[in-house]
């Protein structure tokens, strides 16, 4: 019970700072311990997945409107109200009466007193609450799946609504982890055996080499296999990028989006750590973290830079990789968050830098060299569309098929491009091409 409490205020306060200033800090629940840290993020994630539906539910209950409250009070009642509805094993008098001193204590009694009048009011009603029931159909799908109403507009149009439901409900589920070895610290036999003398599921994907399908990544986190450089956590889509790139042992090649590097670190293992990696990236926080990575990881040959990768000070790679920053549309089970923070507004931002980004790395290609572009988006104008504007550009470049290189149930326009969507191919959203550049 201690534990819960600790880690349910920790969740409220990271919530709150979400809601002043859109972000999310998991760094304030540091000084807990591994299993409280583990439950704070559930409940943020958690509560971030539903956070429409639970705005609803306490709207039909509060005479005061979610809008209208103190965003301390909002989170304490939707965390109350996330308990209730969707978490087994804790009594719901706990829950409530949890809610109750939280808000007591720092906001004074009437509050309390109204966190638990709320409370126990949905709690009577559990069996039979009320169900979205806008004209509007956009806001009722919405608010059902939890999700902003531009992205519902958006899949609804695209995929249809049977769809488009599917999608957002893969977003509000519990996403798969997988891990992915590190062959310059040990060999995949070896991590096989690891794991399996500590008690560790995996299932290895048929899709990769190397990658490993896993329930939590939390037993990695506990004997320190993340630290000592064994393996990192990189989702199967996401190792289709570097896989593409196809870098090889002394070739050069240059990573100009890479921070914080797990695309990098890979890359750096298909090279046996032989060869130039130049890995660069406009945020220094985040350069750091691949700073760090590279060392835990042994990844020996790769050099950082930090710039803006839309005019570089570089030569000429056999390969350029550009995962480019984007909406993060692909990646929503695992970035709950995101869904909260992009507009339809960021959608354009991303279109135009990526453009330029692209623009930038085509310089610095030789020829018979290759330009992989990659987002973990599912929005098409972050996609197909750019590279097809990228090839009305350049008609230096062309497309190579992808079928050497991945499973055909991830591959799109006749094998020319992969996409993943969470809810067809469980696992995240991710798009990508190779293109050659042949003068
Ligand atoms: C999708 S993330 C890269 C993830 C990374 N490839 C990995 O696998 O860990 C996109 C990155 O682009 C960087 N970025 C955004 N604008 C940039 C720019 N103009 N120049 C260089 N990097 C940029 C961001 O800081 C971010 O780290």
Known sequence: METEATARSESIDILLTFDEDGTLDYSEANHLEPRERAQVREYVQN???????????????????????????????????????????????????????????????????????????????????PKPAFKDRTKLIATTFSHPEWMVKRWVKRYGEREAFKLMQANNTRPHYYVRVNNLRTKTKNFKLRMDKLDIPYKESDWLPGYFKVDSVAPFIAKDLLKKGICLVQDIAAGFAPTIVEPMPGENIFDICAAPGTKSIVMADMMDGEGSLTAIDINPDRLELLA????????????????????????????????????????????????????????????????????????????????????????????????????????????????????????????????????????????????????
């Open 47 to 129: 509560i971030l997945r539903r956070r429409s539906y639970l705005d609803f539910i306490i709207n039909e209950f509060s005479s005061i409107k979610v809008e209208e409250m103190k965003p301390l009070l909002k989170n304490i009642l939707r965390l109350g109200l996330y308990e209730l509805l969707f978490m087994d094993g804790t009594p719901d008098y706990a829950s409530i009466n949890e809610a109750v001193e939280v808000a007591k204590y720092n906001l004074g009694s009437k509050s309390g007193d109204l966190v638990n009048a709320i409370l126990r009011n949905i709690q009577r009603d559990i069996n039979n609450l």
């Open 292 to 439: 760090r990575s590279a060392m835990d990881y042994h990844a020996e040959n790769i050099k950082i830079r930090r710039a803006d990768a839309r005019d570089l000070d570089l030569r000429l790679a056999d390969g350029v990789l550009l995962d480019a920053p984007c909406t993060g549309t692909g990646v929503l089970s695992k970035r709950a968050d995101l869904r909260w923070k992009r507009t339809e507004k960021d959608l354009q931002d991303c279109i135009k830098l990526q453009e330029e980004l692209l623009d930038e790395a085509a310089n610095h290609v030789k020829r018979g060299g290759r330009l992989v572009y990659s987002t973990c988006s599912i929005e098409p104008e972050e996609n197909w569309d750019q590279i097809q504007k990228f090839l009305d550009k350049y008609d230096n470049f062309e497309l190579e098929p992808l079928d050497d290189f991945l499973p055909e149930s991830v591959l799109i326009e006749d094998g020319l491009a992969y996409q993943t969507i969470p809810h067809v191919h469980h696992c995240d959203g991710h798009f990508g091409v190779r293109l050659i550049r042949v003068k």
